[in-house]
């Protein structure tokens, strides 16, 4: 059973702090790494992919990835009330079907 | 990446009634998927939807409540059958595209409250 291990959270963070929010996954064959954005009552969007070993950066976005460990992690920097949401990680393999965690809820306060 | 229009957006339904969900994509589309998400939970897969043949159903769900149409690259319908109040829940379309096969892309949700 594949399995995508995510903190539930809430993390709170103050407006223009760093937030941190971790994965980690069971799959070692896992080739495709994601993360979604899902504001209450909407549908996932995708924020952000990565594929190998390291860090990615879009905007303040930054998504790292170590596949030794199984650990996925996103950082959003100078955090704004606007990214408060949950944040879904999905992992996928050569079927290229994603599987999801459960959330972590993030809420940025003023 | 692409638009993915599901219709309708919102249903109540009265138990044992079933209801149609229709998944629109603007794009070449690779693959077709429909996710169950319940309040405060991640998103479950029912099932792949298949051009042409019958989908590809998740452990717990089978096509007799489930059934799947995908009559073309890029539309797929999903019906609940035989509603009960445990089917009330979230249904999303998901959509992997021709050059993006890698990522998928979701509809707007299908919120489902069966009385």
């Known amino acids: 059973q594949k399995e995508v291990e995510q903190n539930s959270g809430p993390l709170s963070v103050p407006e223009g702090a760093i937030a941190s929010l971790n994965c980690t996954y069971s799959?070692?064959?896992?080739?495709?790494f994601f993360w979604y954005r899902q504001y209450s009552g909407k549908s996932p969007e995708l924020i952000m992919s990565?594929?190998?070993?390291g860090d990615k950066e879009d905007g303040r976005f930054t998504a790292q990835l170590n596949k030794a460990s199984q650990y996925v992690s996103l950082l959003i920097r100078d955090s704004q009330p606007s990214d408060s949401a949950t944040y879904l990680c999905?992992?996928?393999?050569?079927?290229?079907?994603?599987?999801f965690g459960r959330g972590t809820s993030l809420i940025v306060h003023p | 990446s692409a638009v993915i229009s599901q219709k309708p957006s919102r249903d109540i339904c009265q138990r044992g009634t079933s209801l149609t969900i229709q998944c629109q994509v603007d794009?070449?589309?690779?693959?077709m998927f429909w996710y169950r998400q319940q309040p405060g939970q991640s998103l479950t897969l029912i099932a792949t939807?298949?051009?042409?043949?019958?989908?590809?159903?998740e452990s717990g769900f089978v096509i007799d409540k489930f059934p799947i149409s995908r009559p073309n690259l890029t539309f797929s319908t999903l019906t609940v059958s035989n509603m009960s109040p445990e089917d009330s829940s979230i249904y999303l379309c998901?959509?992997?595209?021709?050059?993006?096969?890698?990522?998928?892309?979701f509809g707007q949700g299908t919120r489902l409250t069966v009385v």
């Open positions: 998901s959509a992997s595209i021709r050059g993006r096969d890698t990522e998928a892309f």
């Open positions: 799959d070692r064959g896992s080739q495709s």
């Open positions: 990565i594929y190998s070993n």
């Open positions: 999905a992992v996928s393999g050569g079927s290229y079907i994603p599987t």
């Open positions: 794009s070449q589309v690779t693959m």
């Open positions: 939807a298949n051009q042409g043949s019958e989908a590809t159903y």
